[in-house]
C-alpha cells in the first residue's frame, strides 16, 4: 500500500513537520500590488500550443439532487455524453482529467452516510473502479473514524494524484467538523501513499483542506483551506499554495475575499483562476470569478460586480486562450460558460438548469466522432452575464457561515 498510515496525525515520512508548518501568519496580499518580475511556479519557457479536447463536468440526474453523475461535452457545448453509472443517492463529483486525456478521476460520496472515496473511469466509461483508500474503516480505529478522502487531481506528468483526506472524531458542539483533514499525494493506482501538509495536525478541528491543483511544472499546489468554527478566522476560506515537497507553505488569497473550491493554473503559470463566495452561503447572489499572480499580486475580478449570479469554479482551456466555468442565476440551476482570460466575450454553453452543471475541467481528449455535431452559433450570455475586467477585487469582511466538512459544495442548492 505503500506509506503505512496510523495514528491521529499519521506519519509525515520524509516531509518535517518543521519545514511545512509556516514560521509566522501568511501576510495578506496586496490587491494593488502589480506582478512580480520573475513568476513563481511558471512552466520553463513558453508553453506550447496545446489541444483543446473535451470538457468534463458534474451534472445532476433526479430533480431532488440526490444523485449526481459525471459527464462530457465538446468545447462548444454539444454532445453532452455520461460517463459514469452512479447508483441512486450516490454522489459522483470532482473530476479531473489525467494529462493524456484517456482517464477522468473523480470522489463518489454515499449520500447516506457523507462518506466519499476516490474513484477513477476511462474517458469512454470503462473501467470504473474505486482507488485503494488509505485505511480499513471497519478497523474502527482513530486514524479510520469518519475517514473520507475527495478531490482527486493529476499531476502534469501523470504519475501523481493529489487529494484531501478528512479523518477523526467528529466535534458535535462545531457543526460536526472532522477532527483533522489536510492534503495527501499518491500514485494513480493508489500505491506510495504520502502525507503533503499539517495544517490540522496541532489544531484539530480549525478547518477543512481540500481541493487541489497543481502548477503546470509540478512543482506547486494550490489548495482550499476553509475553517471551521474554531478556526482563524473562524468560519472563513483561502487559496493556500504549498510546494510538491511539502515545504513554502504560504496563503495566497486574503481572508476577505473568501475565494474557495478548485483554482486553476494558466498552462503557462503566470496566472491562477479562483472563485470567491459570500459569506452567508455559497449558493446566494454574489462573489465572482478572479486571477492572481502565484506570488500572491495582482488580484483581479474577471467577473462583474455587484452581481445577481452564483459562480462556480472556473478553469483554464489547455491552450490558455479561454476560461470554462459554472453559473447560477438567483433561483436557478447552474449552465456552463465559456470567456476570454481577461472576462471579455462571455458565451453560453449548455441551457440545463436542472443538472446544475459545475466544477468543469478543460482537457485534451479528442471528441469522440459519435458526440461531435455541426457547429453552432454562440449563445448569447444572458443580461448582466458580460464580464468586464476589473482593474483591482473589493473585498467586504466576511460574517459567521456554517461549516460542516460534509457540506462544501458550490451552486448545489440552485
Not at 25 to 45: I, K, L, Q, R
Not at 65 to 88: A, C, E, F, K
Not at 235 to 257: C, F, H, K, M
Amino acid at each position: 500500500m505503500g506509506t503505512l498510515l496510523t495514528g491521529c496525525g499519521a506519519e509525515p515520512g520524509d516531509i518535517p513537520l518543521s519545514e511545512i508548518r509556516p514560521e509566522s501568519a501568511p501576510t495578506t496580499p496586496d490587491p494593488a500590488a502589480s506582478a512580480a518580475s520573475g513568476v513563481v511556479g511558471a512552466a520553463a519557457g513558453t508553453a506550447a500550443t496545446a489541444h483543446d479536447g473535451l470538457i468534463v463536468s458534474r451534472a445532476y440526474t433526479d430533480a431532488d439532487r440526490n444523485t449526481s453523475t459525471i459527464v462530457t461535452l465538446s468545447p462548444d457545448g454539444t454532445g453532452q455524453h455520461q460517463v459514469t453509472q452512479p447508483s441512486d443517492r450516490t454522489l459522483d463529483d470532482r473530476p479531473d482529467w489525467s494529462p493524456d486525456g484517456t482517464t477522468i478521476a473523480f470522489d463518489r460520496t454515499d449520500r447516506r452516510s457523507g462518506t466519499a472515496r476516490l474513484w477513477a473511469v476511462s474517458a469512454t466509461g470503462d473501467n470504473a473502479h474505486q482507488l485503494s483508500q488509505l485505511c480499513d474503516t471497519s478497523a474502527a480505529t482513530a486514524d479510520c473514524a469518519n475517514e473520507d478522502e475527495r478531490a482527486p487531481a493529476f499531476s502534469p506528468d501523470g504519475k501523481q494524484l493529489a487529494f484531501s483526506r478528512s479523518w477523526g472524531a467528529l466535534d458535535t458542539a462545531g457543526n460536526k467538523q472532522t477532527q483533522y483533514s489536510d492534503l495527501y499525494l499518491m500514485s494513480p493506482d493508489g500505491t506510495d501513499v504520502q502525507r503533503l501538509t499539517f495544517l490540522t495536525n496541532d489544531k484539530p478541528y480549525s478547518g477543512t483542506v481540500s481541493n487541489p491543483s497543481w502548477s503546470p511544472d509540478g512543482k506547486q499546489l494550490t489548495f482550499e483551506y476553509r475553517t471551521g468554527a474554531s478556526g482563524q478566522p473562524a468560519n472563513s476560506r483561502s487559496i493556500y499554495v504549498v510546494g510538491a515537497d511539502g515545504t513554502g507553505l504560504r496563503q495566497l488569497t486574503p481572508w476577505e475575499l473568501r475565494a474557495g473550491d478548485r483554482a486553476s493554473w494558466s498552462p503557462d503559470g503566470t496566472q491562477i483562476l479562483f472563485t470567491t463566495y459570500p459569506a452567508d452561503s455559497d449558493n446566494t447572489p454574489g462573489g465572482g470569478i478572479y486571477t492572481v499572480h502565484p506570488d500572491g499580486t495582482a488580484i483581479g475580478a474577471l467577473t462583474p460586480a455587484p452581481s445577481d449570479a452564483s459562480y462556480g469554479t472556473a478553469a483554464y482551456a489547455p491552450d490558455g486562450k479561454s476560461v470554462v466555468f459554472a453559473q447560477a442565476p438567483a433561483g436557478s440551476g447552474a449552465d456552463l460558460y465559456t470567456m476570454r482570460p481577461d472576462g471579455t466575450g462571455v458565451t453560453r454553453l449548455t441551457n440545463n438548469p436542472d443538472q446544475g452543471l459545475s466544477r468543469p475541467v478543460w482537457g485534451t481528449a479528442d471528441v469522440p466522432a459519435a458526440q461531435a455535431q455541426a457547429p453552432r452559433a454562440p449563445q448569447t450570455a444572458r443580461p448582466g452575464a458580460t464580464a468586464s475586467p476589473s482593474a483591482s477585487a473589493s473585498a467586504a469582511p466576511a460574517d459567521a457561515q456554517e461549516q460542516s466538512e460534509a457540506e462544501d459544495d458550490e451552486l448545489d442548492d440552485n
